[in-house]
């Protein structure tokens, strides 16, 4: 069993509606992260996260320490949002990240 | 103020070769991590350096693999006698004195064993 799961696999939406992202992990953390894979490769970082409710623009992460559960929300999807979203997390006892397996946006004009 | 750096960005090498990838981390930053994302997987830690130091490398292959961060210079991934399955993308990422602050990536290198 993975240390981080996320759903869905693959996700495709029209360009407006509300996304989310679901991610579980089984460890203990120090940070859970969410992260953007372009089609051209390149990783961004978008939000660092321990506790609460962080946003960036359209983009909103949360995070239920308790349940050990994240989500990212994009509000008024558009096309250049298509990416795959990866969840990650550090954990408190070293100094891995460990990775879920992603979640392919792609969002249809 | 440049991100991370890594080249080559892509790398052509026959079996038996060895691969040399390289990472400049972020002014300032003084901690590397080292990933690698198999084709149609998901990315896997390999190894965490600090200056002068392997801080934890549980992720690294036993065999033919290596990394180093010296005191002047990029840090350096290291492949001997490449094989087919050692084509991938392979990714640094860097922090700054934290260790478990937020990383920033590099545009990683393609790797390509034929």
């Known amino acids: 069993k993975n240390e981080v799961e996320q759903s869905p696999q693959n996700l495709t939406a029209q360009e407006g509606e509300f996304i989310t992202i679901n991610c579980s992990y089984s460890v203990g953390i120090s940070a859970l992260h969410w992260l953007q894979q372009h089609p051209g490769g390149g990783i961004v970082s978008l939000f660092m996260?321990?506790?609460g409710k962080k946003k960036h623009g359209r983009l909103i992460a949360t995070i239920n320490i308790q349940e050990k559960h994240s989500s990212l929300h994009i509000t008024a999807s558009h096309p250049r949002d298509s990416a795959v979203y990866i969840c990650a997390v550090t954990t408190n006892t070293g100094n891995q990240f460990y990775f879920g397996t992603g979640t392919s946006l792609t969002v249809i004009p | 103020n440049a991100g991370v750096m890594q080249n080559p960005r892509h790398l052509v090498r026959r079996r038996g070769q060895e691969a040399r990838l390289r990472c400049s981390p972020m002014k300032g930053h003084s901690h590397v991590y080292w990933y690698r994302q198999l084709p149609e997987e998901g990315l896997k830690f390999m190894v965490y350096l600090q200056k002068e130091n392997i801080i934890d490398e549980s992720g690294m292959p036993k065999e033919r693999f290596s990394a180093e961060f010296p005191k002047e210079g990029p840090s350096i991934l290291r492949i001997q006698q490449v094989v087919r399955g050692d084509s991938a993308a392979y990714f640094c990422?860097?922090?700054?004195?934290?260790?478990?602050?937020?990383?920033?990536f590099g545009p990683g290198t393609r790797l390509t064993v034929t």
């Open positions: 996260l321990s506790s």
């Open positions: 990422a860097s922090t700054p004195t934290s260790a478990k602050g937020e990383q920033y």
